[in-house]
């Protein structure tokens, strides 16, 4: 019988750290409180846990896992210790910031699908999936900061969903090879591509064409939710969103800069693109 994931949380916090380190965003930036810092690495490390058991976990494992997370969950929320040590942490944050149930348990699904569901037909299919990804995440950092609406939480909703996408677009070749296309079919069919081409060892141009073509839906997504979502905000909740955004946009210039071509090359942001970008998301108040 599973009783636990078969990683320890010392090594799962190691792997953490490399994580977070390659991600398009700051996610913990140094610059925030030590009380805020520790809470988004207390949600981050959750949504690692379970995106490491729906990606990388033996796959005849993976539903017992996210069930153990299920679980441990309900433990969470019914005020009783978790078994997991990496949700016991998680707790902490969880009571002292009452934070919702509902955006865990989505993420938690959102994992479930991509064990069923691995290619998207349209766009809106692929945002209905960003649906249960990525905006429960930015719904829990404004619960974090006590910053939660509904008007900001539909702004947040499009910001995480370009980001997300974004990351779908640099991943194009790793997702293909985990057995996933996160690419809309009927673009990739509009543009005469095949699956195949995303196993080529550079990306033939009319599947940048398909990378593109997300990229641009992205930044109108990004654009969309950034400017009230910004307004507002204040204080530490501000800039720390204010590093999320500027990810965000360092990636895309990547991705142009790079000529789409994520099949040859990890297209990633420069640090110094994306320094510029948040203090520039800083000095601008919104609409």
Same mark, same amino acid.
């Given at each position: ?9 010392? @090594?799962?916090?190691? +792997? ?5 380190? $390659? @991600? ?38 993976? !539903? ?19 078994? /997991? ?6 707790? %902490? ?8 149930? @509902? ?16 290619? =998207?037909?349209?766009? +809106?299919?692929?945002?209905?999936? #960003?649906? /249960? !990804? ?25 910001? #995480? ?7 779908? #677009? ?12 996160? *690419?809309?079919? @009927?673009?990739? %069919?509009?543009?005469? #591509?095949?699956?195949?081409? *995303? +196993? ?12 593109? /073509? ?7 997504? *990004? ?13 530490? !909740? ?14 895309? !210039? +990547? *991705?142009? $800069?790079? %000529? =789409? ?25 919104? %609409?």
């Amino acid at each position: 019988m599973i009783t636990e994931p078969p990683w320890s949380a010392e @090594e799962h916090d190691r +792997a953490l750290d490399r994580l977070a380190a $390659r @991600e398009n965003f700051p996610v913990a930036a140094r610059i925030l409180p030590v009380r805020h810092r520790a809470a988004l690495r207390a949600v981050y490390g959750f949504a690692r846990l379970v995106d490491d058991i729906g990606d990388e976990a033996p796959p005849e494992q993976r !539903s017992k896992l996210l069930g153990l997370v299920d679980d441990d969950l309900d433990r969470v929320f019914a005020g009783r210790t978790p078994a /997991l040590p990496q949700l016991r942490r998680l707790a %902490r944050t969880v009571h002292a910031h009452r934070l919702p149930e @509902e955006p865990f348990r989505d993420l938690v699904q959102a994992n479930r699908q991509d064990q069923t569901v691995h290619r =998207y037909e349209t766009f +809106a299919d692929l945002k209905g999936y #960003c649906a /249960l !990804s990525a905006a429960p995440v930015g719904r829990i950092v404004l619960h974090l900061f006590g910053a939660y609406t509904p008007r900001l939480a539909a702004a947040s909703d499009d910001v #995480c969903a370009a980001l997300q996408v974004i990351e779908h #677009c640099q991943d194009a070749g790793e997702d293909f090879r985990a057995g996933r296309i996160y *690419l809309p079919g @009927e673009d990739l %069919r509009r543009f005469g #591509c095949t699956e195949d081409d *995303l +196993a080529r060892p550079l990306t033939p141009t009319r599947l940048r064409g398909v990378v593109a /073509l997300q990229a641009d839906r992205a930044r109108e997504l *990004l654009d969309g939710g950034t400017a009230p979502l910004m307004a507002g905000l204040t204080g530490w !909740s501000r800039i720390a969103v204010a590093g999320y955004v500027a990810g965000g946009r360092a990636a895309l !210039s +990547a *991705l142009e $800069r790079g %000529r =789409y071509d994520v099949l040859a090359h990890a297209l990633r942001p420069r640090r110094a693109v994306l320094a510029a970008g948040w203090a520039r998301a800083l000095g601008r108040r919104g %609409r």
